[in-house]
């Protein structure tokens, strides 16, 4: 049991080669498409990769700098969005701030234990990173769960519950987030069961300020919280890895695709 | 099986750029662009809302299209369609089991494609600013490449093919419109070198209802002094309608065709006061030609608004009936496509003691007329039904007419007007213009 304990950051890259491959599946499916590629062109477009370098070269229209900018400024913090609502703003963004925040978190602790460690880099920060009860990782761990729960709820209500007056809710929009919801869900117990095997004290746990009130009242039950733990967290990597293998084929390629095209849209409007 | 895969139609993926094919990834069925659709808000059904399209077309792009109608009847204008279980009327849903393996109905690609004004609200309201327009002219390119364009679009094209107009008119009653403009109406030769030159447009030139907007212009710009030129009857169609629905290369020829005869004609500006002419001389027509197109093109209401110094000395109170407010109707392709909107505003305020009243939905967020996207062409009784409801608009400020900058949009708002009587006159912007400048 302690060396499959010990597998939990291995999956996390080998969770980490899905979602590359995934990603790569995604690109290869746009860039295939080059082969072709009339789109908003005239009889003079040149298609193929030549023309693909081409446009590369020249850039956008309005320049790469002003793209960027707006890539940024309207792709991520979708300033027309904000214009038309501030609920649905907040949501989003309290989804895309606790998604990249956990993700953050994850990767800075494969970093620390798989490079810097063993490389005997930055020891202090190392010590830090992979110390999961330190102020600095639990209270953004947990802070960022509830983000990504919080926006989940807001997005989940909209669609199933309010859903306007012509909003229609399919398939691939409930399994999108239904698994969200189910990973951010599951990281709460998932962190009380640790905070029991480990047998954490008080004053350590505390900062994971919702799971060590979880743990305290799952205590009494006294299980075999080490077995419970590497269960659950089995079961949490297995929904991340769906949510990741399902990511290209879904509209949660939006992530990707959403911020190129609303940074170019409006750096074209000017907005 | 195999028979069943031969009818199996594959969209062509290269009709799309990569941006285009971005976009149907970027959008997260938010649903923003639901209340923005005129089609939606007209009939109940969905199928034609951006949400629905870029669904529609995930979906035939990975399993393609057969010829079978849609799977149900669209809901009957103009009530609306009761509620579905998975969405509005008709609107895309995934299906379980094996029809995730089915392609898709080209009906219902057709309807989704063709039912559409293509006047772009759901480009102004998209979070991700996905450029709906382009995208939804790219899909009907596709369908038009898989020999799947509706009927009544290639008898347009055929048309124009043979008369180059899409009335299918001869060449002659291009100069129809002229009979009533007043003396010295007649083109100016090429060697008079005129100030600019008029490119008319099919609408205003070959349909009655639209001749009064040559007409005005014309007279404007004759007490303003300017020199004007028209191509008449050697003018063909600019080749928006073909563009707009699918037929985007037969349009080719008769942009060459066009720039040769305005460059001939020695002027140094075009004028136009159709906004899809506009939008096709301005933007395709560089897009299509490159260089060969230099000439600058202006919107008929941006070259008043530029001469506004010597128009408002001539301008008086409009008498009864139309002395009083006065609302405007921003066309969708002036309006949204080519972000024209102060212009035509800034020259009714010019009129003394006209009051400019806003509609409930104004600029970027104007209704439809309903004219627009080769509607008319596919679905008449929806283009009505959509012009009733700007009409509506229009009564609930109160005002004593309507205001235009667009040929279509008077014919379409006129024709609405009249079949469900509307008591409220659809006039171009030139027209009051002129009305004015008469004293009438």
Redesign the interface.
């Known amino acids: 049991m302690d060396a499959l304990i010990a597998a939990r950051l291995p999956i996390f890259w080998r969770m980490m080669a899905v979602v590359g491959l995934a990603t790569l599946l ?1 690109f290869a499916r ?2 295939a ?12 477009h040149r ?1 193929g990769w030549r023309g ?1 370098l081409r446009a590369l070269k020249r850039g956008p229209a309005v320049g790469w700098r002003r793209t960027l900018a707006h890539v940024l400024s ?2 991520l913090l ?1 300033r ?2 904000y214009r ?1 609502s501030r609920a ?1 703003w907040l949501a989003h963004a309290a989804m895309l701030g606790g998604f990249l925040g956990l993700m953050c978190m994850s990767a800075l602790a494969a970093l620390a234990e798989h490079i810097l460690r063993p490389l005997g880099l930055a020891p202090g920060v190392v010590a830090v990173v992979l110390n999961k009860d330190h102020p600095l990782m639990a209270l953004p761990n947990e802070t960022f769960g509830l983000l990504l729960l919080a926006g989940g709820a807001y997005a989940g209500l909209r669609r199933l519950f309010w ?11 409930v399994l999108a987030l239904a698994l969200l919801a189910f990973i951010a869900i599951s990281g709460y117990p998932l962190e009380s069961l640790r905070l029991l095997a480990e047998a954490v004290p008080a004053q350590a746990a505390r900062y994971s300020y919702i799971g060590w009130p979880l743990a305290r009242l799952l205590a009494p039950l006294g299980l075999r919280w080490a077995e419970w733990h590497f269960w659950l967290f089995q079961v949490h990597v297995l929904a991340a890895s769906t949510l990741f293998i399902y990511w290209p084929f879904s ?1 949660m ?2 992530v ?3 911020p ?3 940074g ?3 750096a074209e ?1 000017g ?1 | 099986m195999a028979h069943r895969n031969a009818a199996i139609i594959r969209l062509d993926r290269s009709q799309l750029s990569l941006r285009q094919m971005l976009s149907l990834d970027a959008c997260t069925r938010c649903g923003e662009c639901l209340p923005a659709c005129p089609v939606l808000a007209t009939t109940g059904s969905g199928e034609s809302t951006a949400l629905s399209k870029i669904d529609l077309w995930r979906r035939a792009l990975r399993r393609g299209t057969d010829r079978t109608p849609a799977p149900s009847p669209p809901p009957q204008l103009p009530g609306r369609a009761p509620r579905q279980p998975s969405g509005v009327g008709g609107m895309a849903t995934t299906r379980p089991g094996l029809g995730l393996l089915r392609p898709v109905p080209s009906g219902r690609l057709l309807s989704a494609a063709y039912d559409c004004t293509l006047c772009g609200r759901c480009e102004a309201v998209c979070p991700v600013y996905i450029r709906t327009h382009d995208l939804w002219v790219a899909q009907r390119r596709q369908l038009a490449v898989a020999g799947l364009a509706p009927d009544a679009v290639l008898q347009m094209a055929e048309r124009v093919r043979q008369s180059g107009n899409i009335a299918g008119s001869a060449a002659e009653e291009r100069l129809a419109w002229l009979a009533n403009a007043g003396e010295g109406a007649a083109p100016a030769p090429a060697s008079a070198h005129p100030d600019v030159v008029l490119f008319v447009g099919c609408l205003s030139s070959l349909y009655p209802q639209a001749f009064a907007l040559p007409q005005a212009l014309l007279g404007l710009l004759r007490l303003l002094g300017v020199n004007v030129a028209i191509l008449g009857e050697s003018e063909v169609c600019c080749g928006f309608p073909l563009y707009a629905s699918g037929l985007e290369q037969e349009a080719f020829a008769l942009a060459r065709r066009n720039v040769e005869l305005l460059k001939g004609s020695g002027a140094r500006k075009v004028i136009t006061s159709c906004p899809s002419c506009y939008h096709t001389l301005n933007v395709l027509y560089r897009r299509w030609l490159g260089a060969e197109m230099d000439l600058p093109v202006l919107h008929s209401t941006q070259y008043l608004d530029g001469l506004a110094g010597e128009l408002a000395p001539r301008l008086r109170p409009l008498a009864e009936p139309l002395a009083g407010p006065i609302t405007y109707h921003d066309p969708c392709d002036l309006g949204r496509l080519s972000g024209i909107y102060e212009p035509p505003r800034r020259l009714l305020r010019l009129i003394p003691g006209l009051e400019l009243v806003e509609m409930a939905e104004h600029h970027e967020q104007a209704l439809c007329c309903g004219g627009g996207g080769d509607v008319e062409m596919v679905n008449a009784g929806l283009s009505g039904a959509i012009a009733g409801r700007r009409l509506a608009q229009g009564q609930a400020t109160g005002a004593r007419a309507l205001a235009t900058a667009c040929p279509q949009c008077k014919r379409a708002l006129t024709s609405a007007a009249r079949s469900a009587r509307i008591r409220l006159r659809t006039y171009d912007v030139a027209e009051l213009l002129l009305l004015s400048a008469e004293g009438k």
């Open positions: 995604a746009w860039l498409l080059l082969a072709g590629g009339h789109g908003e062109a005239g009889p003079g298609a693909l309207d792709g979708h027309r969005l038309r649905r859903p306007g007056p012509n909003l229609p809710s399919e398939r691939p929009d509209k390629l939006h990707l695709a959403a190129l095209v609303a170019l849209g409006a409007e907005g």
